[in-house]
Nanobody, 121 residues
Protein backbone atom coordinates (compact mmCIF):
# COMPACT_ATOMS: atom_id res chain seq x y z
CA UNK A 1 0.00 0.00 0.00
CA UNK A 2 1.38 3.38 -1.04
CA UNK A 3 0.04 6.60 0.41
CA UNK A 4 0.76 10.24 -0.32
CA UNK A 5 -0.34 12.84 2.20
CA UNK A 6 -0.32 16.50 1.21
CA UNK A 7 -0.43 19.61 3.34
CA UNK A 8 -0.49 23.31 2.65
CA UNK A 9 -2.55 25.15 0.10
CA UNK A 10 -5.31 27.64 0.78
CA UNK A 11 -6.34 31.10 -0.28
CA UNK A 12 -3.84 33.84 -1.10
CA UNK A 13 -3.86 37.14 -2.94
CA UNK A 14 -2.09 37.54 -6.25
CA UNK A 15 1.60 38.14 -5.70
CA UNK A 16 1.62 36.12 -2.50
CA UNK A 17 3.27 32.83 -1.62
CA UNK A 18 2.25 29.37 -0.48
CA UNK A 19 4.12 26.19 0.30
CA UNK A 20 2.87 22.67 -0.36
CA UNK A 21 4.35 19.59 1.27
CA UNK A 22 3.88 15.90 0.61
CA UNK A 23 5.02 12.73 2.36
CA UNK A 24 5.13 9.25 0.83
CA UNK A 25 4.63 6.19 2.99
CA UNK A 26 4.05 2.49 2.53
CA UNK A 27 5.90 -0.58 1.32
CA UNK A 28 7.78 -0.37 -1.96
CA UNK A 29 11.15 -1.18 -3.50
CA UNK A 30 12.17 2.18 -4.91
CA UNK A 31 10.97 5.68 -5.72
CA UNK A 32 11.96 6.88 -9.17
CA UNK A 33 10.78 10.43 -8.65
CA UNK A 34 8.22 12.71 -7.06
CA UNK A 35 6.46 15.79 -8.29
CA UNK A 36 3.48 18.09 -8.43
CA UNK A 37 0.64 18.36 -10.92
CA UNK A 38 -2.41 20.61 -10.95
CA UNK A 39 -5.89 20.61 -12.39
CA UNK A 40 -7.97 23.74 -12.86
CA UNK A 41 -11.76 23.56 -13.36
CA UNK A 42 -12.62 22.38 -16.85
CA UNK A 43 -9.00 21.63 -17.71
CA UNK A 44 -6.82 18.55 -17.85
CA UNK A 45 -4.30 17.76 -15.16
CA UNK A 46 -0.93 19.26 -16.03
CA UNK A 47 2.63 18.97 -14.84
CA UNK A 48 3.88 21.70 -12.52
CA UNK A 49 7.26 20.40 -11.40
CA UNK A 50 9.00 17.07 -11.00
CA UNK A 51 12.11 15.86 -9.26
CA UNK A 52 13.58 12.57 -10.52
CA UNK A 53 15.39 10.57 -7.86
CA UNK A 54 18.55 10.66 -9.99
CA UNK A 55 18.77 14.42 -9.64
CA UNK A 56 17.63 17.55 -11.41
CA UNK A 57 14.26 19.24 -11.63
CA UNK A 58 11.69 19.91 -14.34
CA UNK A 59 9.23 22.79 -14.44
CA UNK A 60 6.32 23.83 -16.58
CA UNK A 61 7.18 26.98 -18.51
CA UNK A 62 4.32 28.80 -16.79
CA UNK A 63 5.89 28.41 -13.32
CA UNK A 64 9.60 28.70 -14.08
CA UNK A 65 11.22 31.36 -11.92
CA UNK A 66 8.26 31.46 -9.54
CA UNK A 67 7.95 27.91 -8.15
CA UNK A 68 10.66 25.80 -6.57
CA UNK A 69 10.46 22.07 -5.98
CA UNK A 70 12.59 20.45 -3.32
CA UNK A 71 12.68 17.17 -1.50
CA UNK A 72 14.39 14.67 0.71
CA UNK A 73 14.96 11.32 -1.00
CA UNK A 74 15.80 9.62 2.28
CA UNK A 75 12.53 10.73 3.85
CA UNK A 76 10.45 10.44 0.66
CA UNK A 77 9.12 13.95 0.95
CA UNK A 78 8.65 16.68 -1.62
CA UNK A 79 7.69 20.33 -1.29
CA UNK A 80 6.64 23.06 -3.67
CA UNK A 81 7.38 26.68 -2.80
CA UNK A 82 5.11 28.91 -4.83
CA UNK A 83 5.98 32.60 -5.06
CA UNK A 84 4.53 35.45 -7.10
CA UNK A 85 1.29 33.53 -7.38
CA UNK A 86 -1.10 34.50 -10.15
CA UNK A 87 -4.84 34.04 -10.53
CA UNK A 88 -4.14 31.46 -13.26
CA UNK A 89 -2.34 29.31 -10.67
CA UNK A 90 -5.69 28.54 -9.05
CA UNK A 91 -6.19 24.77 -9.17
CA UNK A 92 -6.20 21.58 -7.18
CA UNK A 93 -2.59 20.54 -6.73
CA UNK A 94 -1.69 16.86 -6.62
CA UNK A 95 1.46 15.27 -5.30
CA UNK A 96 2.76 12.33 -7.35
CA UNK A 97 5.28 9.55 -6.82
CA UNK A 98 6.61 7.05 -9.37
CA UNK A 99 7.04 3.95 -7.27
CA UNK A 100 8.51 0.52 -8.05
CA UNK A 101 6.69 -2.01 -5.90
CA UNK A 102 8.27 -5.23 -4.67
CA UNK A 103 8.25 -7.97 -7.30
CA UNK A 104 7.97 -5.52 -10.18
CA UNK A 105 10.52 -4.07 -12.59
CA UNK A 106 8.48 -1.01 -13.61
CA UNK A 107 7.11 1.97 -11.75
CA UNK A 108 3.57 3.16 -11.51
CA UNK A 109 2.34 6.56 -10.45
CA UNK A 110 0.56 7.16 -7.19
CA UNK A 111 -1.37 10.32 -6.39
CA UNK A 112 -2.20 12.32 -3.32
CA UNK A 113 -5.73 13.39 -2.54
CA UNK A 114 -5.16 16.91 -3.84
CA UNK A 115 -5.09 20.27 -2.11
CA UNK A 116 -6.86 23.42 -3.26
CA UNK A 117 -4.87 26.53 -4.09
CA UNK A 118 -6.92 29.64 -4.77
CA UNK A 119 -5.33 32.92 -5.84
CA UNK A 120 -7.53 35.99 -5.69
CA UNK A 121 -7.00 39.18 -7.65
Amino acid sequence: QVQLVESGGGLVQAGGSLRLSCALSGSFFRVNGMGWYRQAPGKQRELVATMPSGGGTNYADSVKGRFTISGDNAKNTVSLQMDSLQVDDTAVYYCSADVVRYGRTYSDRSWGQGTQVTVSS
